[in-house]
């Protein structure tokens, strides 16, 4: 069935970093998503693609959904302490379903 | 806008029982979805509602189901609880379709089955 890689599972911060992360898959899709999730809430929507090629930013967060279509990525510029968490991909498909990738948990450095 | 809203936030069942997890959408919201959410698995879709008809079904047993009220309210059921079961259980409304994305979620239900 269609499932999401994303990467990498966890990674540090040190305050003022930018950080990368990414989602692929084997399969087309027509959107993409890019969720936070803190502890003890839900998932919170951060950007939502809907365009091959299309680059969208909110505040310090900007986001791509790959030319492919098989892809995206989300990009944290000037990390800060609240952007710990869980960060999760998504992608909607032609069946009319929608998947999750397995999150990435971010973390400040010790 | 009020959010998404569930109830309870936080359930303690019996191996055997059954339970039933409500959901509020955002108005004006018809679709609703849910997803149990585990440290092993991540989310995984249970189904979606649309205007009370069930639209979309992940892969769950039918110990699972769920239904959607007229005023696009949704509760989800599980019959014959397992220690499994225990998980997140989050919904999600959108104002289309679910692949459609910008799915918003409330902030889940907290099953713990013992």
């Known amino acids: 069935g269609q499932q999401l890689n994303q990467s990498p599972q966890s990674m540090f911060i040190q305050e003022g970093e930018d950080v990368s992360m990414n989602c692929t898959s084997s399969s087309i899709f027509n959107t993409w998503l890019w969720y936070k999730q803190d502890p003890g809430e839900g998932p919170v929507l951060l950007i939502a693609?809907?365009?091959?090629?299309e680059l969208t930013s909110n505040g310090r967060l900007t986001a791509q959904f790959g030319i492919t279509r098989k892809d995206s990525f989300l990009n944290i510029s000037a990390s800060i302490p609240s952007d710990v968490g869980i960060y999760f991909c998504?992608?909607?498909?032609?069946?009319?379903?929608?998947?999750f990738g397995k999150g990435t948990k971010l973390s400040v450095k010790p | 806008k009020a959010g998404v809203t569930q109830t309870p936030r936080y359930l303690i069942k019996t191996r055997g029982q059954q339970v039933t997890l409500s959901c509020s959408p955002i108005s004006g919201h018809r679709s609703v979805s849910w997803y149990q959410q585990t440290p092993g698995q991540g989310l995984q879709f249970l189904f979606e509602y649309f205007s009370e008809t069930q639209r979309n079904k992940g892969n769950f047993p039918g110990r699972f189901s769920g239904r959607q009220f007229s005023n696009s309210r949704s509760e989800m059921n599980v019959s014959t609880l397992e220690l499994g079961d225990s998980a997140l259980y989050l919904c999600a409304s959108s104002l289309g379709a679910l692949a459609d994305g910008e799915q918003y979620f409330g902030p889940g239900t907290r099953l713990t089955v013992t």
């Open positions: 998504a992608a909607g498909g032609s069946q009319g379903n929608l998947i």
């Open positions: 693609l809907y365009k091959a090629g």
